[in-house]
């Protein structure tokens, strides 16, 4: 984090606009995919606070198809590989230049490789040769990739890595630990399985879905990285004074109950923490921004073990654009009402321009269920007792 004292000079509204297109990219990628969007949303907070992420699960969990589908919907340049023990140097970074060996140089052709991509994703990231992953080390940690006589400032926003379990291999800690948020997956839940085999049935999307235009020039693939880019700019001059004290006995009490966080992790964990605020619209960190913290946990264990000991200091915490990755992580009300109120919206929004009947009511009623289950009505927020007002009145007969 360069500046952590003075908050970025973005006017709020351009922010907001930027965050929500940033939502609007999200959900799009998380479209038709059963409960995968904490990965997508994730990818996006990485993305924004310039960190990289470890998304870990058994085989056929869609891990790769959550970041390939977040990629396409942000454009720019995307690079994908599965490594393996024989993966060389060359299938990741590129061939070397011949016409520059022929003058006595060892330079290196980049173009469509690691290097010079927007988003990368490296399934079976922890397979790779030391070759590999000595490299990987330098792009990851400086993002500048130098190799022979080649040296290039990459463009890489953020490079997801997939496994199917942590590595056990101690000389592998030093590049897991480069991974400062993780996400781990597990196969979807028996509940849940008619979802699952709905969505199976449906046509692949669109690479990119057209969002609508708006005041910064329309929603193009290009727009997208822009505001990717506007954001992580705010998130780097997010004033995080205020939240430090807050942000400090978090991590004293992660520590005291056994989380391990380095010293490393712990500086890092606060570019999570800005990159939430600005994702959220704002600034200036507050505790509403603290739930990003059990994502540095290095396990599944430890991360549930994070989120009940910061109980307290994260029951309010919620964010507008990545409302199922703050519900999932906080577990508070606040985020869960984020997260309903959004869905309801979306589920009105493509009601409307269904045919009537009992199958485009089912949805709607599905989310007034879970929302009269989550909350008593005395203790609807407003916005929430808005959505579930205009649910009730699409699903009551005609």
């Given at each position: 984090?360069?500046?952590?004292?003075?908050?970025?000079?973005?006017?709020?509204?351009?922010?907001?606009?930027?965050?929500?297109?940033?939502?609007?990219?999200?959900?799009a990628a998380g479209r038709d995919m059963v409960d995968r969007e904490t990965v997508a949303e994730v990818v996006a907070l990485c993305a924004v606070a310039g960190e990289h992420l470890l998304v870990v699960g058994p085989p056929g969990t869609a891990k790769s198809e959550a970041v390939r589908r977040v990629a396409g919907q942000l454009g720019g340049r995307y690079f994908e590989y599965l490594l393996g023990r024989f993966t060389e140097p060359n299938e990741l970074f590129g061939p070397v230049d011949l016409r520059s060996l022929?003058?006595?140089?060892?330079?290196?052709?980049?173009?469509?490789?690691?290097?010079?991509?927007?988003?990368?994703?490296?399934?079976?990231?922890?397979?790779?040769?030391?070759?590999?992953?000595?490299?990987?080390?330098?792009?990851?940690?400086?993002?500048?990739?130098?190799?022979?006589?080649?040296?290039?400032?990459?463009?890489?926003?953020?490079?997801?890595?997939?496994?199917?379990?942590?590595?056990?291999?101690?000389?592998?800690?030093?590049?897991?630990?480069?991974?400062?948020?993780?996400?781990?997956?597990?196969?979807?839940?028996?509940?849940?399985?008619?979802?699952?085999?709905?969505?199976?049935?449906?046509?692949?999307?669109?690479?990119?879905?057209?969002?609508?235009?708006?005041?910064?020039?329309?929603?193009?693939?290009?727009?997208?990285?822009?505001?990717?880019?506007?954001?992580?700019?705010?998130?780097?001059?997010?004033?995080?004074?205020?939240?430090?004290?807050?942000?400090?006995?978090?991590?004293?009490?992660?520590?005291?109950?056994?989380?391990?966080?380095?010293?490393?992790?712990?500086?890092?964990?606060?570019?999570?923490?800005?990159?939430?605020?600005?994702?959220?619209?704002?600034?200036?960190?507050?505790?509403?921004?603290?739930?990003?913290?059990?994502?540095?946990?290095?396990?599944?264990?430890?991360?549930?073990?994070?989120?009940?000991?910061?109980?307290?200091?994260?029951?309010?915490?919620?964010?507008?654009?990545?409302?199922?990755?703050?519900?999932?992580?906080?577990?508070?009300?606040?985020?869960?009402?984020?997260?309903?109120?959004?869905?309801?919206?979306?589920?009105?929004?493509?009601?409307?321009?269904?045919?009537?009947?009992?199958?485009?009511?089912?949805?709607?009623?599905?989310?007034?269920?879970?929302?009269?289950?989550?909350?008593?009505?005395?203790?609807?927020?407003?916005?929430?007792?808005?959505?579930?007002?205009?649910?009730?009145?699409?699903?009551?007969?005609?």
């Amino acid at each position: 984090m360069t500046d952590t004292s003075t908050p970025s000079d973005a006017s709020p509204a351009a922010l907001r606009q930027d965050a929500e297109l940033i939502a609007g990219v999200v959900a799009a990628a998380g479209r038709d995919m059963v409960d995968r969007e904490t990965v997508a949303e994730v990818v996006a907070l990485c993305a924004v606070a310039g960190e990289h992420l470890l998304v870990v699960g058994p085989p056929g969990t869609a891990k790769s198809e959550a970041v390939r589908r977040v990629a396409g919907q942000l454009g720019g340049r995307y690079f994908e590989y599965l490594l393996g023990r024989f993966t060389e140097p060359n299938e990741l970074f590129g061939p070397v230049d011949l016409r520059s060996l022929r003058e006595g140089r060892v330079e290196f052709e980049t173009s469509g490789m690691l290097p010079e991509a927007d988003v990368a994703f490296l399934d079976e990231v922890f397979l790779g040769s030391t070759a590999v992953l000595n490299t990987l080390l330098g792009l990851l940690n400086e993002g500048v990739f130098r190799r022979g006589g080649t040296v290039l400032a990459s463009p890489l926003r953020v490079c997801v890595g997939a496994a199917n379990h942590l590595p056990e291999d101690p000389a592998l800690a030093a590049f897991a630990d480069r991974f400062l948020a993780r996400v781990f997956v597990d196969p979807v839940a028996d509940a849940r399985l008619e979802e699952l085999l709905e969505a199976g049935r449906r046509p692949a999307p669109d690479p990119v879905v057209q969002l609508p235009d708006g005041p910064r020039g329309g929603a193009g693939p290009d727009d997208r990285l822009g505001a990717l880019d506007r954001l992580a700019d705010a998130a780097r001059g997010c004033g995080l004074d205020g939240v430090t004290p807050l942000l400090a006995s978090a991590l004293r009490r992660l520590r005291a109950a056994g989380v391990p966080v380095s010293d490393r992790r712990a500086v890092r964990s606060q570019r999570l923490v800005a990159a939430a605020a600005v994702l959220d619209g704002r600034t200036v960190a507050t505790a509403r921004d603290l739930w990003v913290l059990p994502l540095v946990a290095p396990t599944a264990d430890t991360q549930a073990l994070a989120r009940d000991t910061l109980g307290d200091l994260i029951e309010k915490a919620a964010n507008q654009s990545l409302a199922h990755a703050a519900e999932e992580l906080s577990r508070s009300s606040a985020a869960r009402a984020e997260r309903l109120a959004r869905t309801g919206a979306a589920l009105l929004a493509g009601h409307r321009g269904l045919p009537e009947g009992r199958d485009s009511r089912l949805r709607l009623e599905a989310a007034l269920r879970e929302i009269d289950a989550g909350f008593a009505p005395a203790d609807l927020p407003a916005a929430l007792a808005g959505i579930r007002a205009e649910l009730v009145a699409a699903v009551a007969p005609s």
